[in-house]
């Protein structure tokens, strides 16, 4: 799809995927985080659009918005809402879209019309964090129409500070049809934060092209960014061909947990499919049930022989596979425990344990 160059334009249906896994995150970040210590929580969009789309859909930070509103009774710090949008007519309109909301006197909304996300986030950034302080709590939505003005430096910054974290939308389509040219190579390497992208150029296969571009991604937020948990999520359109990918990169594991509860849980009824693309020999596709005989392998690849914890085994399905930490126990280790032959043993349960049931994360298991 060509970016669109109207004030507001129609919400396609890609884009109402990524908003009700974005909204379905809220409903449970700001609660989580608005309970700790912190006195502000920041929620950046940092390429906000206009606020609306043609038939009066909700944008992005309206969205972010109401989703704090309904939670506002959980939320025991300040909230500051940073909107970033180049355009000003985009910016305007955006006011006032926002100037309809009723808003607590807790709540700052700042829009950043003009700017770009690089400097507004930078200037951000660097006001909150002199004199060695840390950046609040902050969660960061980076929803470019393609790879321009995302440089990973600053996405890597804003992650390198205590729970914060970011939700990128990874513009496949658009970064593969433009990687090769010419005057488009500075841009690219400020994206991908290395210039190894174009290693990828030469690759005529396209499906090597896609997962090396898609990887590379991925290793600059493990790597370079330093999250200790980062997924991705592929978004494909009715042709089956991979739109764009969400990357979600956090260091705390709840995080990750209501993330992936937003995944499972959005509505799947639409044109578009969501599969977790992190491992590219697993791909798990989002549907109605669960494919349990793929966590299944998993889990048995990765314990065989071997002795540990509910809580390891709960942190191995959470961070490094697609599924929940309510896909295991039941429909995984119970039938390994109770079916004959038995392929896996409780090492310590306490006398009043019922077999087959996993409550306390320090209880011991072999796999056989
Ligand atoms: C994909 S749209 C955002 C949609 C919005 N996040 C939503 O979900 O409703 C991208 C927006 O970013 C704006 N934009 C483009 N380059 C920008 C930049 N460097 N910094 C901030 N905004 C930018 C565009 O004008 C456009 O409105």
Not at 276 to 303: C, H, N, S, Y
Not at 336 to 358: C, F, S, W
Request: proline fraction near 7%.
């Amino acid at each position: 799809m060509a970016a669109p160059t109207t004030t507001i334009w129609d919400l396609e249906p890609h884009t109402r995927v990524k908003h009700e896994i974005l909204k379905r995150y809220l409903q449970a970040w700001i609660p989580i985080l608005g309970q700790g210590p912190s006195e502000e929580l920041v929620y950046i969009d940092g390429f906000a659009g206009p606020g609306r789309y043609s038939k009066g859909e909700d944008g992005s930070p309206v969205l972010a918005l109401k989703a704090a509103l309904e939670q506002q009774g959980q939320i025991k710090p300040n909230m500051v809402f940073i909107f970033v949008e180049l355009r000003s007519n985009r910016a305007d309109m955006l006011r006032l879209v926002l100037d309809e909301i009723e808003l607590p006197s807790r709540f700052s909304v700042n829009v950043a019309g003009g700017q770009t996300f690089e400097e507004a986030v930078t200037n951000f950034v660097d006001s909150r964090t002199r004199g060695a302080r840390r950046l609040p709590p902050t969660f960061a939505f980076i929803d470019p129409f393609g790879w321009t003005g995302v440089p990973f430096d600053l996405v890597s910054r804003i992650m390198s500070f205590p729970r914060c974290e970011v939700l990128v939308t990874f513009m496949y389509e658009e970064i593969n049809r433009f990687i090769g040219l010419p005057d488009q190579i500075s841009n690219f390497t400020s994206f991908f934060g290395t210039d190894e992208w174009q290693q990828v150029i030469a690759l005529e296969d396209p499906r090597q092209r896609n997962r090396q571009l898609h990887d590379l991604y991925l290793h600059q937020l493990r790597n370079r960014a330093r999250a200790k948990y980062v997924r991705s999520f592929e978004m494909r359109n009715d042709r089956d061909v991979t739109d764009y990918y969400l990357f979600y990169a956090t260091n705390n594991l709840l995080g990750l947990k209501r993330m992936k509860e937003a995944m499972w849980k959005v509505d799947r009824s639409g044109e578009f499919r969501f599969s977790d693309a992190t491992d590219p020999r697993q791909m798990v596709l989002f549907g109605d049930e669960p494919q349990f005989d793929i966590l299944r392998e998993q889990l048995v690849k990765r314990f065989a022989n071997q002795e540990t914890t509910i809580g390891k085994i709960e942190e191995f399905v959470v961070s490094e596979t697609a599924f929940r930490e309510t896909h295991y126990k039941t429909r995984i280790l119970r039938p390994m425990e109770l079916t004959v032959p038995q392929r896996l043993v409780p090492i310590n349960p306490p006398p009043n344990r019922k077999p087959g049931t996993y409550p306390k994360p320090e209880l011991r298991v072999r796999f056989i």
